[in-house]
């Protein structure tokens, strides 16, 4: 997306078509982007991507809800004093606008000036530690006083630790559910404080209740809004992880403190360091390595760590991937259909394996959404579906 695209402003019809899109059962942000470049806007798009899914065999055919959906969509965040900044708008955050499956529409509350500031995401464990807690306040109160926004998720210990101490400079808290939904309970207060000093964001509708599946796409908030991530105490399989890799696909620093390997709370951020992140004894270590400007406007270029067991199990390219030699190169939907299984594969591989062009494989890869046949997943993987 260039620099007019993003300043050029929305129509009301526009904004409304968009919504619907997104809103679709079937439809990602992955594929958004692609129906939106493919039809040129998302009015056209709502009408092609009915009869592409149909054209492609959809089982269950797509069913965009009604504009009157939309409205009342819209009429609720802004009853409610909030905003809806759609992709293609000039108000929605740069940084997450540059990545491959940014949200469509994002809802936020508050501040929205701190949506384009240099940010550092902390994360860490609920059930953190009395030292851990001390040392998030420590760090994200020196982070705070030196201009820099503390991003989180308003979980309990150590998010709520790194919000609290933020909330008298920059705050911006991501939510799994809707904004008017206080989660957890305990945290409504410093909820409607963020609210009126920091910045609330998410990408669900109002009244929308945090389920399990939601929290890895507030994950992906967090570090798409920052321009790198701290883990504080996490344990080997934590949402605090899932962030990190998430860092790690968007080309965002990665730091983390270590810990006692007594502790299970230490293993996350130790096996992070042993993979390559920044280790962090002081905000210092933070700010030393932060870039002085962020351009917004490119997209940030993936990390890659030699022996990365992180970077290894999601799949993140390491490099240009050259597409093997063929004269008959696969790029049908159903051809290249052959190549993936239920294990999520990098769109580069289906490149490097049958010779198709990017672009041949990405329009494929588009159809086959819209088809039922293959699910999209972070870090540009896909896996195929089967009955």
């Known amino acids: 997306m260039n620099k007019t695209e993003t300043e050029k402003p929305l129509t009301d019809a526009e904004k409304l078509a968009q919504l619907r899109l997104i809103r679709t059962e079937g439809i ?25 899914a149909k054209k492609n065999g959809r089982k269950k055919p797509l069913v965009p809800p009604t504009a009157t959906a939309a409205e009342s969509e819209l009429e609720r965040i802004e009853r409610a004093g909030g905003h809806a900044l759609f992709l293609r708008d000039a108000h929605y955050p740069a940084q997450l606008a540059a990545l491959e499956d940014a949200p469509p529409v994002l809802f936020a509350m508050g501040r929205l000036e701190l949506l384009n500031t240099r940010g550092v995401g902390i994360v860490g464990a609920r059930n953190a530690s009395v030292s851990g807690l001390k040392l998030t306040r420590t760090l994200a109160g020196a982070l705070a006083d030196a201009g820099i926004t503390v991003t989180s998720g308003l979980a309990r210990g150590i998010d709520t630790a790194a919000h609290q101490a933020a909330i008298e400079h920059a705050t911006i808290a991501c939510v799994a559910g809707g904004l008017d939904i206080f989660y957890p309970p305990e945290n409504e207060a410093l909820q409607r404080q963020i609210a009126e000093n920091g910045l609330l964001v998410s990408e669900m509708p109002m009244g929308t209740r945090p389920q399990a599946r939601h929290f890895p796409r507030r994950n992906r908030l967090i570090s798409g809004l920052s321009v790198g991530v701290l883990v504080v105490e996490a344990a080997l399989k934590s949402g605090s992880l899932i962030t990190a890799r998430f860092a790690l696909e968007q080309g965002r620093d990665v730091f983390a403190i270590p810990g006692s390997p007594l502790d299970p709370r230490a293993k996350g951020g130790n096996r992070l360091i042993k993979d390559g992140a920044i280790l962090v004894e002081n905000a210092d270590d933070i700010l030393n390595e932060l870039p002085a400007v962020v351009d917004y406007g490119h997209t940030p270029r993936p990390h890659s760590a030699p022996n990365s067991a992180l970077g290894a199990q999601k799949g993140t390219p390491i490099g240009p991937i050259s597409p093997a030699p063929s004269r008959d190169a696969p790029s049908a939907p159903g051809d290249l259909l052959g190549l993936l299984s239920s294990t999520p594969i990098h769109m580069d591989e289906v490149v490097r394996q049958s010779g198709a062009s990017a672009e041949a494989v990405m329009a494929a890869f588009l159809e086959l959404e819209l088809a039922g046949e293959i699910t999209r997943h972070s870090g540009g993987r896909v896996s195929r579906n089967y009955p």
């Open 28 to 52: 990602g942000p992955v594929t958004f982007k692609g129906l939106l470049a493919r039809f040129g806007n998302a009015i056209e798009a709502l009408e092609g991507a009915v009869e592409l």
